[in-house]
């Protein structure tokens, strides 16, 4: 088990709604990134964050923002929901300054959009 | 697509016997990794490799990397019913600042 926690674990809205998903990194890792996996295909990057930065994004809408705090704790924030937005939320994190090395993650969150 | 892809997608093998992956890439990597989910939960970190490493051994899983030929096989042997799970490798393309996930290879392992 990696120290990387995200709550909720499980979170049903519909259509139009907004989310927002957390996740507190694993102690003494100032990189957090998001994926998002949809069912039976690989995790795509959303975005990640160094100290309070964004310092890459992936091929995702604007509507999905996110924040990290100086505790390097994160939030994904995901606006209008889609039917396509429903899937498995994880976020990585790691000591470097970007996600290329040892990502360690948390347990995701299922997000279902109805 | 700057992903990797998994081959094959879908393994089934009885306990004890070997499990070969494999991963072929299309750009140059800095790095090659390989990943565990079970069952819709988090990933677990196997093995890291870089490009200028051809194998690495971690307990009972072997990976080669073969940059020459844009790919790479993750190879655990002796296989339990603990080792089934969805296998991932993750590409860090050069330049590039994040990650590039496969769609994975779902190995079941039979008691």
């Known amino acids: 088990e990696t120290g990387v926690t995200q709550s909720p674990t499980h979170l049903i809205k519909t259509r139009g709604q907004q989310v927002t998903l957390r996740c507190s990194s694993q102690?003494?890792?100032?990189?957090v990134s998001w994926y998002q996996q949809a069912l039976g295909q690989g995790p795509q990057f959303i975005f990640q964050?160094?100290?309070?930065?964004?310092?890459g994004r992936g091929n995702f809408p604007p509507r999905f923002s996110g924040l990290q705090f100086p505790n390097y704790s994160s939030e994904l924030n995901v606006n209008a929901l889609e039917l396509d937005d429903s899937a498995l939320y994880l976020c990585?994190?790691?000591?470097?300054?970007?996600?290329?090395?040892?990502?360690?993650f948390g347990p995701g969150t299922r997000l279902t959009v109805l | 697509s700057q992903q990797g892809e998994e081959d094959p997608q879908a393994l089934s093998i009885q306990e004890g016997e070997n499990a070969t992956m494999n991963c072929s890439y299309k750009t140059s990597i800095n790095n090659l990794q390989w990943y565990r989910q079970n069952s819709g939960r988090g990933l677990v970190h196997l093995i890291l490799i870089r490009s200028n490493e051809r194998e690495k051994h971690s307990g009972r899983l072997r990976v080669t990397l073969d940059t020459s030929k844009k790919s790479s096989s993750l190879l655990i042997t002796a296989s339990r019913a603990a080792d089934t799970a969805s296998y991932f490798c993750a590409t860090a393309v050069t330049g590039a600042n994040n990650l590039f996930f496969g769609t994975g290879t779902r190995l079941t392992v039979i008691p």
């Open positions: 964050y160094y100290r309070e930065e964004e310092n």
């Open positions: 990585a994190s790691s000591s470097q300054h970007f996600s290329t090395d040892t990502q360690y």
């Open positions: 102690s003494g890792h100032n990189t």
